[in-house]
Nanobody, 124 residues
């Protein structure tokens, strides 16, 4: 079992920045692909970014490409999502997720473990 806890959300003005963190505990973090997803009110959960265990491969949704950066520190069992140039449409609850297989996926069905989420609100 893997427990994921997100932090770093908050209220920011459009154009601002935030860095989300996801701390993993429980079973070994080794080999897991990690992803960030988000869900806005009334909308389905959508993929944001993912990173392989080694950090050698990353993948982003088109809507955040060039503005968001996913990274990880395996020694700290932590994954980050650096967000810049935030827009009101980025407002959502952001979830961290872990996938057992070492291959990136943008499908939320491929991720076994999920955090509780952290709210990001971008004001215009």
């Amino acid at each position: 079992q893997v427990q994921l806890v997100e932090s770093g959300g908050g209220l920011v003005q459009a154009g601002g920045s935030l860095r989300l963190s996801c701390a993993a505990s429980g079973r070994t973090f080794s080999g897991y692909t990690m992803g960030w997803f988000r869900q806005a009110p009334g909308k389905e959960r959508e993929f944001v970014a993912a990173i392989t265990w080694s950090g050698g491969s990353t993948y982003y949704a088109d809507s955040v490409k060039g503005r968001f950066t996913i990274s990880r520190e395996n020694a700290k069992n932590t994954v980050y999502l650096q967000m810049i140039s935030l827009k009101p449409e980025d407002t959502a609850v952001y979830y961290c997720a872990a996938r057992v297989f070492p291959v990136i996926s943008s499908s939320n069905h491929e991720y076994r473990y999920w955090g509780q989420g952290t709210q990001v609100t971008v004001s215009s």
